[in-house]
């Protein structure tokens, strides 16, 4: 079982910049894309970003400019810098890993985090 672990979610101010790190453990060889999705209260869980095994990205097209996915092959680690952030980046964002290879389909990823939150305020 594939394990995924966020990290650096926390309260920040708007136009602050923010990174999250996911670390992924167990058997990941047969993982293609690692991905961030994140939802707002009330609302569904929506796709970020993500990288695949060959460094191919996908961005939301919200964030674009904003948001960057990069990933540390030798740490297994998977981050998304995210710079000017706005209140309506809040919510918890998930790092999530598919078997099937990059995507923007939540029903495609096979595990996921916990989550971490994030919230942009004043």
């Known amino acids: 079982q594939v394990q995924l672990v966020e990290s650096g979610g926390r309260l920040v101010h708007p136009g602050d910049s923010l990174r999250l790190s996911c670390a992924a453990s167990g058997p990941i060889g047969s993982v293609l894309a690692l991905g961030w999705f994140r939802q707002a209260p009330g609302k569904d869980r929506d796709f970020v970003a993500a990288i695949s095994n060959a460094g191919t990205t996908r961005i939301r097209e919200s964030v674009k400019g904003r948001f960057t996915i990069s990933k540390d092959n030798a740490k297994n680690t998977v981050h998304l810098q995210m710079d000017s952030l706005k209140p309506e980046d809040t919510g918890v964002y998930y790092c999530?890993?598919?078997?099937?290879?990059?995507?923007?389909?939540?029903?495609?990823?096979?595990?996921w985090g916990q989550g971490t939150q994030v919230t942009v305020s004043s």
């Open positions: 999530a890993a598919s078997n099937t290879g990059l995507s923007g389909v939540s029903r495609l990823y096979d595990y």
